[in-house]
T-cell receptor
Framework: DAGVTQSPTHLIKTRGQQVTLRCSPK?????VSWYQQALGQGPQFIFQ???????QRGNFPDRFSGHQFPNYSSELNVNALLLGDSALYLC???????????FGPGTRLTVL | SQELEQSPQSLIVQEGKNLTINCTSS?????LYWYKQKYGEGLIFLMM?????EEKSHEKITAKLDEKKQQSSLHITASQPSHAGIYLC???????????FGTGTKLQVIP
């Protein structure tokens, strides 16, 4: 049973560009959350998707947007990249409101 | 908003020694998670605590949630190099499993 998978592993972009990160949840999970982890910090909640809609959002600007597909996989899009967007982006999935979240290996984004 | 403070921020111990990491919340904890992270990698779920006074163990790692549900501790017995990494506590807030994390405790175990 595959766990949470993310692609790509690493990504280098320049300021002003746009990026799309992808996540496939653990089998049986229907809810996907995205987190941003800056170096030396704990993960910060970006948003959560359930039934193809954004259900909850953290304190992130509209440049951060997402999507969930019918197969529960999800994308995170970031527009107009800033140097400060450089971070490890983590995807987590769970099955229902009380279930434990399981995390993917993350995508390391570097903005130059 | 809920804030989690972890202490110590970093820890270096000799292999075989015991250690404790603390996580203190600014609000009552309704669900407290402990995760382990290798540098630059994803988070590995260790344990979840929900009830005041609850204690759970997995191999040589024990986590407790105090009665007032505002502090948790993670204790490692007879540490090994494989225990090295960053330990993160997280609190679920609201009904949708949004998790607020502490800043982490970096553990190094010297052989």
């Amino acid at each position: 049973d595959a766990g949470v998978t993310q692609s790509p592993t690493h990504l280098i972009k320049t300021r002003g560009q746009q990026v799309t990160l992808r996540c496939s949840p653990k089998s049986g999970h229907d809810t996907v959350s995205w987190y941003q982890q800056a170096l030396g910090q704990g993960p910060q909640f970006i948003f959560q998707y359930y039934e193809e809609e954004e259900r909850q959002r953290g304190n992130f600007p509209d440049r951060f947007s997402g999507h969930q597909f019918p197969n529960y996989s999800s994308e995170l899009n970031v527009n107009a990249l800033l140097l400060g967007d450089s971070a490890l982006y983590l995807c987590a999935s769970h099955r229902d409101l009380t279930d434990t979240q399981y995390f993917g290996p993350g995508t390391r984004l570097t903005v130059l | 908003s809920q804030e989690l403070e972890q202490s110590p921020q970093s820890l270096i111990v000799q292999e075989g020694k015991n250690l404790t990491i603390n996580c203190t919340s600014s609000k009552t904890l309704y669900g407290l998670y402990w995760y382990k992270q290798k540098y630059g990698e994803g988070l590995i779920f260790l344990m979840m605590l929900q009830k005041g006074g609850e204690e759970k163990s997995h191999e040589k790692i024990t986590a407790k949630l105090d009665e007032k549900k505002q502090q948790s501790s993670l204790h490692i017995t007879a540490s090994q190099p494989s225990h090295a990494g960053i330990y993160l506590c997280g609190a679920s807030t609201g009904g949708y499993q949004k998790v607020t994390f502490g800043t982490g405790t970096k553990l190094q175990v010297i052989p």
